[in-house]
């Protein structure tokens, strides 16, 4: 039996020589396994949904708060519902602190 000893060289020249062969292969590879990937997605067999009610109760003072683009007087005992994601800000005004209360109600 034929004993060979390759160096780096030669597998480079071998790989440089199959640089085709290689390239097709790796994108027919990654292009069917993405194919067969998307067309063969499971099902869903459950459906979840969430949604979260923020709440702010003003208990002292009052000032001007803003949500989105308009602006709001408030004063103790307000009560303020707000979406998810929405803008806000609030300026404290007259001679007493403000305070609030933020809750969150998750419906899950």
């Known amino acids: 039996m034929a004993q060979y000893d390759l160096n780096l060289r030669e597998y480079w020249r071998i790989i440089k020589k199959r640089r085709w062969i290689i390239l097709i292969t790796l994108v027919l ?34 000032g001007i708060y803003r949500l989105g683009e308009a602006w709001y007087p408030v004063q103790a005992g307000d009560f303020i519902w707000m979406a998810p994601y929405c803008p806000q800000w609030f300026g404290a005004l007259g001679k007493s602190p403000a305070k609030y209360l933020i809750y969150k109600d998750w419906d899950r």
């Not at 998307?38 to 009052?62: C, H, I, Q």
């Open 29 to 62: 590879t990654g292009t069917l396994s993405t194919l067969f990937a998307l067309l063969n997605k499971p099902v869903p067999l459950y459906k979840s949904t969430a949604s979260v009610r923020l709440e702010r109760v003003m208990l002292a003072g009052g």
